[in-house]
């Protein structure tokens, strides 16, 4: 087990440099540089610079520098000193913006995760159990509106819906009066109220997917010889599913994190942009239009690791309950 | 590594009725592409495009889909003609203007009933204390309507400068909105047609470009194995790995402002299909190694066929029903992704009309509490083209291997 989890620890590391590789890209993509955009700043307050002082400027930031000298400047000023570099929309250093939205984002995709357990399981089990019954045809239909709605839309037609007869306004995560105010119980009663809507937002076409292969492999399960011995030796039904077949079953449940983790944080971005919620997605937009580079790599590389630690944490799962996994 | 993906579920819902119909004399094998009624002797000697046809034909959801993605098709290849005016003409005389019920017959004054097609009018109301203008559907004023009527002069496809449409006013200054106007009072009907041309396009060129990318990129690491081969299955690691839409928000914020429509219609196409090629690839790969141990395979090596005649010969042939498949589910996922860019302000913008750049009339829920329509036409039509497209592609899924029980 030990072997297995090194082997999967030291895999991880060339899928990070890549994806910082991608962010990094990302941030040199539009045109001009960190520079020509505090000289339009300062040209649009009215200031003259002069053209020696932005030559040693250039010099200072090293902006001449060949590509990879650049690239090792931005990732080993992340991993040596946390710094993020410059957001020069908001005049402060990235690292003081993102932290609080990053976790923001891992709030709702962790809730949503649990939401798309905690639903898909025991529908999956009932629809492998009673196939072809109304209930199945039932969440198929569902499952697959689930899975053909894109998340914004989805979000949009609840808003409405709230807006339109509820009389009330769904954006955000807390109420005006507990914004910004510290935690207690009423805080958290006051988030729970908000966050379930983009948590079934985001949810849905994960929880779709998930009942649809859950119900794929419990029905393959269902048909084993050992089942029927189970059934033959007199084991009660409810006995017979849950203590064998589901178990088996269930394993993409746990390997759901890493493929669904990365759909639930794209979800997460463009869901929180339309509900206006304080995560990463909304500040993510606002700086790429603004061109807010370093900002929004950071975001970018975030999210990426994020969902990189999320598969690793799947994996590991998967290997500690399942030895054929780690022994192959 | 994280190859978590079982094998999807090929048959869920697509032969519902098979476990109730009552059970006829056995004759032949189990699964048969048989129908009832057919000559057995001809299915004997059917091709395998045969084959896979009377499958697919068997599955009626999928063939409903089917034809509604044609439908969605002939939309867009027709768009100029079917619309009944021009995406960008505004009538500053009817903003958000509600959509206008068809009727099919009048009663004049003595109490008879005549027929003639035609819309109801409008008439406007002003509130005095927000003096905001609004519409409402006025029955008693009609505003008649024919097919094949002249209205705003428009080339078909840039090609046959023509006035015809296939219906609308017959008196182009009289207003007909069937669902309703923004802002600007443009005709959402209208703009929804035309959206339809670059949506649907979007998604073909799309999934196109993507089949080239994954289908080379696999063939090279099939081909030369390797580092090449380690390489690309890293990238196609680290793409799969990053969240899509902050890394599409990235890329398509990259383009400049100053860049014709056209360009950036491409560039995005090019975007959305940069990142969605690598489970086409995956899929080819994976194809390509199942079937690079079939019985037909080893026979045609041992036959001394040359590397390139088994692929191309042997595997790929046997191949395309799959790769088919795969891209009819890619191509809904295309879409939506330039919907939902397009929505955010970031992917197309006006002058060009698609479906995502008419959600971003929905964006302020005011507006959509004002005027629903904005928000149900355009997103009901990405939900349905994108159902259509999954049904379609499962079908065609469960059809791609005739021989498979």
């Known amino acids: 087990m030990l072997g297995y989890v090194i082997k999967r620890i030291l895999l991880m590391f060339p899928t990070m440099i890549g994806m910082s590789i991608i962010a990094f890209f990302i941030i040199q993509l539009p045109p001009g540089d960190y520079l020509t955009s505090v000289l339009a700043m300062m040209a649009d307050s009215g200031q003259t610079v002069d053209p020696a002082e932005i030559a040693r400027m250039r010099q200072v930031y090293g902006l001449d520098d060949p590509m990879i000298v650049q690239y090792w400047k931005w990732i080993s000023g992340i991993l040596l000193r946390g710094d993020f570099g410059y957001s020069f929309e908001w005049g402060r250093p990235v690292s003081e913006l993102i932290w609080d939205r990053m976790g923001a984002t891992l709030g709702v995709s962790v809730a949503a995760l649990v939401f798309v357990w905690a639903v898909s399981l025991p529908i999956g089990i009932y629809s492998a159990v009673r196939r072809h019954s109304f209930g199945d045809h039932f969440f198929t239909f569902f499952g697959f509106l689930g899975l053909a709605i894109p998340n914004f839309i989805l979000a949009l037609v609840l808003m409405f819906v709230s807006y339109k007869y509820f009389g009330q306004s769904v954006g955000g995560l807390f109420s005006p009066e507990y914004i910004g105010a510290p935690w207690s119980w009423g805080r958290v009663g006051d988030m729970l109220t908000h966050l379930w809507i983009p948590v079934v937002v985001v949810g849905t076409s994960g929880t779709a997917a998930l009942i649809r292969i859950l119900r794929a492999n419990l029905t393959d399960e269902l048909s084993k010889p050992y089942v029927i011995t189970a059934r033959a030796k007199g084991l009660p039904e409810y006995q017979v599913i849950m203590r064998y077949p589901v178990r088996i079953a269930l394993n993409p449940f746990i390997s759901a994190i890493g493929w669904v983790l990365p759909q639930l944080v794209s979800g997460v971005t463009i869901t929180a942009i339309v509900l206006n919620l304080p995560t990463a997605g909304p500040l993510l937009v606002r700086a790429l239009v603004s061109q807010d580079m370093y900002l929004a790599g950071s975001f970018i590389l975030l999210m990426g690791i994020l969902t990189l630690v999320g598969m690793l944490i799947s994996d590991l799962l998967l290997a500690a309950l399942d030895p054929r996994i780690r022994f192959t | ?405």
């Not at chain 2, 003609?81 to 206008?100: K, M, N, V």
């Not at chain 2, 390139?308 to 191509?331: D, G, M, N, Q, W």
């Not at chain 2, 002058?351 to 959509?368: E, F, H, K, M, Y």
């Open chain 2, 1 to 405: 590594m994280t190859d978590a993906f079982p094998p999807q579920p090929a048959a869920h819902m697509s032969r519902p009725t098979m476990a109730s119909t009552p059970s006829a004399p056995e004759t032949g094998p189990a699964i048969s592409p048989l129908r009832p009624g057919d000559d057995p002797s001809k299915i004997a000697v059917a091709g395998q495009w045969e084959l896979i046809w009377h499958k697919f034909i068997r599955n009626k959801v999928a063939v409903a889909a089917g034809c509604v993605v044609l439908l969605f098709y002939f939309i867009a290849l027709f768009a100029e003609f079917l619309a009944p005016g021009l995406p960008s003409t505004a009538q500053p005389r009817f903003t958000y203007a509600p959509p206008q019920p068809i009727a099919f017959f009048v009663t004049d004054d003595t109490g008879a009933r005549s027929w003639l097609p035609h819309v109801k009018g409008y008439t406007m109301s002003v509130d005095p204390a927000s003096l905001r203008r609004s519409f409402v559907v006025d029955p008693d004023s009609v505003v008649p309507v024919g097919l094949f009527v002249r209205g705003a002069s428009y080339d078909l496809w840039g090609l046959f400068p023509t006035d015809r449409h296939l219906f609308g006013p017959l008196d182009p200054t009289q207003p007909m909105n069937l669902l309703g106007t923004d802002r600007l009072g443009r005709d959402l009907l209208t703009r929804l047609i035309y959206g339809t041309r670059i949506s649907m396009s979007i998604g073909l060129i799309g999934v196109v470009s993507s089949l080239i990318i994954g289908v080379v990129l696999g063939a090279l690491s099939g081909y030369y194995g390797g580092w090449v081969d380690l390489s690309v299955q890293r990238l196609i690691e680290v793409i799969s790995a990053m969240p899509m839409i902050p890394l599409w928000l990235g890329l398509a914020a990259a383009i400049p402002v100053t860049w014709s429509p056209l360009s950036v219609y491409f560039i995005i196409t090019l975007i959305v299909s940069l990142l969605a090629w690598t489970s086409l690839a995956r899929e080819v790969r994976g194809r390509f190694f199942s079937l690079r141990d079939e019985d037909f395979v080893t026979a045609a090596i041992l036959d001394g066929s040359s590397q390139r005649r088994v692929i191309f010969r042997h595997i790929l042939p046997s191949l395309t029903s799959h790769i088919l498949a795969v891209v009819t589910l890619a191509i809904p996922t295309m879409i939506v992704a330039e919907t939902a860019l397009s929505f955010l302000g970031i992917g197309l913008k006006a002058p060009v009309v698609s479906w995502g750049v008419l959600l971003q009339d929905a964006q302020n829920i005011r507006t959509v509490a004002t005027a629903p329509w904005l928000l149900v036409w355009p997103a009901g039509a990405v939900v349905v083209t994108v159902l259509a497209f999954n049904f379609l592609g499962d079908g065609m899924r469960d059809a791609a291997d005739p021989y498979e029980t």
